[in-house]
């Protein structure tokens, strides 16, 4: 019994302790430099590849750079940025 006390405080702790999602994403290519897509923070669909963005860098990368927003979250509907 205490054995699983001490498991569920450490749970807890961890929890606790571990740092927010993103809430943007940019999902990079297989070659690590072209990006792919653009996420929300938290989307389904983001791969491994994914490096988490201010909302100014998501918006710039809508955008200036032309990154397609992801099919799946819409960032772009979120950000207020449509074409």
Known sequence: MATEERRQAEQRRGDESRPAPAAWLVEHGLNGQSA????????????????????????????????????????????????
């Open 36 to 83: 792919v897509y653009v996420h929300v923070g938290g989307c389904w669909n983001a791969g491994k590849r994914s490096a988490p963005v201010t909302q100014q860098q998501a918006m710039q990368a809508l955008v200036d750079h032309q990154i397609p927003a992801c099919p799946h979250c819409r960032p772009d509907t979120e950000l207020g940025v449509l074409d």
